[in-house]
């Protein structure tokens, strides 16, 4: 027997992972990627020269 106490925490996790879920769009993938997303070379212009010696 489970603690009925558990049982309400478990079930309010299961509603908030399913509210996250359907809220970012669950298995559907992207059709664009997202706006945010950095430049591939990004990292090989951070320092643009002045961090090398």
Same mark, same amino acid.
């Given at each position: 027997?489970?603690? /009925?106490?558990?049982?309400?925490?478990?079930?309010?996790? !299961?509603? $908030? $992972?399913?509210?996250?879920?359907? !809220?970012?769009?669950?298995?559907? /993938? /992207?059709?664009? /990627?997202?706006?945010?997303?950095?430049?591939?070379? !990004?990292?090989?212009? !951070?320092?643009?020269?002045?961090?090398?010696?």
């Amino acid at each position: 027997m489970v603690n /009925p106490r558990i049982e309400r925490e478990i079930d309010r996790v !299961l509603n $908030v $992972v399913t509210r996250a879920h359907k !809220l970012f769009g669950g298995d559907t /993938p /992207p059709a664009d /990627p997202p706006a945010f997303t950095p430049r591939r070379d !990004l990292e090989d212009n !951070l320092g643009r020269g002045h961090f090398c010696r």
